[in-house]
């Protein structure tokens, strides 16, 4: 079982920047496929951002350039960086363990 907890969610107004933090416990020994998604209301869930533990990232087409994703490996904690935010990056994100484990989510407003 494995246990992630979110922080660092809240509102900004646009352009602003945000930092998201996730800390995994319980029967995980590596960042390795760690990742966000958001929600947006009205819409599906979808991916920002995964890394691995080699450091190989991949994000959104609408974040790119303006989120990074990073990890802690002796912490077992990623981070999102969250720059430039716009009124679309509105929306709940959650941390992910390959898809499989799920945080419960974390609020992100970004007001124009």
């Known amino acids: 079982q494995v246990h992630l907890v979110e922080s660092g969610g809240g509102l900004v107004q646009s352009g602003g920047s ?3 933090s996730c800390a995994a416990s319980g029967s995980i020994f590596s960042i390795n496929g760690m990742g966000w998604y958001r929600q947006a209301p009205g819409k599906q869930r979808e991916l ?3 890394i691995t533990s080699e450091g190989s990232t991949n994000y959104a087409d609408s ?5 990074t994703i990073s990890g802690d490996k002796s912490k077992n904690t990623v ?3 969250m720059n430039s935010l ?5 929306g709940i994100y959650y941390c992910t363990v390959r898809s499989v484990w799920w945080g ?3 609020q992100v407003t970004v007001s124009s």
Do not use: H, I, N, W
């Open 63 to 67: 974040v790119k350039d303006r989120f």
């Open 18 to 20: 945000l930092r998201l």
């Open 86 to 90: 716009k009124s679309e990056d509105t």
């Open 48 to 50: 920002v951002a995964r």
């Open 104 to 106: 419960q989510g974390t």
């Open 79 to 81: 981070y999102l960086q």
